[in-house]
């Protein structure tokens, strides 16, 4: 006897749902088994890849990017993006040194001396979320356009304040704190990073701000409909990732232990790589934490196997860009299969 059509329907979606469910935990492992690949394939041409220090080396490296690639998602996640990331941070670390010498030569202690150079450093960047969030949200001004614009904006700052020149007078303590201190054995920055991602991670699942801004990347017509200050929700969405910029930044100023006006280089592009690398979808309301920090790892490891093999530097700018579209072609095709 023939089965019911709807009882072949339901078959049907069950297979469907059973295909989903197994495709999902492959997704999610194979950036992990990139890493992995990429690290014993580095291993073969140099074994010093695979040693505990160099480990631990890219660790740290990539725990300034991880911070960085959080930031970015912060925003992707609203489709939108950052292009004044790598300027904002010269910006900061250029206020902090000064804000910083200028206390010490005030007179004023360690301690009151630090919390200048922190409230400086966020102060830049609360400025600079603020000023993209408000064109983007309120002005209509696309992100390319108006992170272009803030992009020249705050280097140029960050070079006339500087004179173009490094800002000495960066306290040994500030230094100790963020960058030289190892708690519990390990590295400051790494520990900084793991907090932040931790507490980023806890904002985006359990609060109303954090569940909105998916909403609003999804679908912002609807995160309207349903009553959310979509407009708000953006301009938040770009101050969260310029704050987390500038504590960035301020964690690379102890680290150079100076005020670098050139401290932001190429992060817009390593930041939106490593975002994008690891599953953040720039068609919106799709990625975290997890993600980002995924994506930080692999392009760390790309970059520090081939500084051990002795790859050309032009050469990885253009590995690093391939990435990045490679990057965007599997994001379209995830996309296009959901």
Request: aromatic letters at 6%; glycine letters at 14%.
């Amino acid at each position: 006897m023939p089965e019911a059509p709807g009882i072949v329907l339901a078959q049907e979606r069950g297979k469907v749902k059973d295909r989903r469910a197994w495709r999902v935990p492959l997704v999610q492992a194979s950036l992990p088994a990139a890493l992995l690949v990429l690290l014993l394939g580095f291993s073969v041409f140099d074994a010093r890849v695979v040693s505990s220090g160099n480990l631990v080396n890219i660790l740290q490296q990539a725990s300034y990017l991880a911070i960085f690639s959080m930031a970015q998602m912060v925003v992707i996640v609203t489709r939108g993006f950052d292009l004044a990331l790598g300027p904002s941070v010269s910006m900061a670390s250029v206020a902090v040194a000064l804000t910083m010498a200028g206390s010490t030569a005030g007179g004023h202690g360690e301690l009151v001396t630090l919390a200048l150079g922190l409230g400086a450093g966020l102060l830049c960047g609360f400025a600079v979320g603020s000023f993209n969030g408000l064109v983007v949200a309120f002005l209509g001004v696309s992100p390319f356009v108006t992170t272009l614009g803030s992009y020249n904006i705050a280097l140029g700052i960050a070079t006339t304040l500087s004179g173009g020149r490094p800002v000495q007078g960066v306290p040994e303590l500030y230094s100790r704190l963020l960058y030289a201190g190892a708690p519990f054995g390990l590295p400051a920055s790494i520990l900084l990073a793991v907090g932040i991602g931790v507490l980023l991670h806890l904002l985006l699942r359990y609060t109303v701000f954090g569940r909105a801004l998916y909403l609003v990347g999804g679908n912002v017509r609807a995160a309207a409909l349903a009553g959310l200050p979509t407009r708000r929700i953006v301009v938040g969405a770009y101050v969260l990732s310029a704050l987390l910029s500038a504590v960035g930044a301020m964690m690379l100023t102890a680290r150079t232990g100076s005020g670098e006006p050139n401290l932001g280089g190429s992060l817009s592009l390593q930041a939106i790589a490593a975002a994008v690398i690891g599953g953040v979808s720039l068609a919106g309301g799709a990625g975290g934490v997890g993600t980002a920090v995924l994506g930080a790892l692999f392009v760390t490891v790309l970059s520090n196997g081939m500084n051990l093999t002795r790859i050309d530097g032009y050469v990885q700018m253009i590995v690093l860009g391939l990435m990045v579209i490679v990057g965007v072609v599997l994001d379209q095709l995830r996309a296009r299969r959901q």
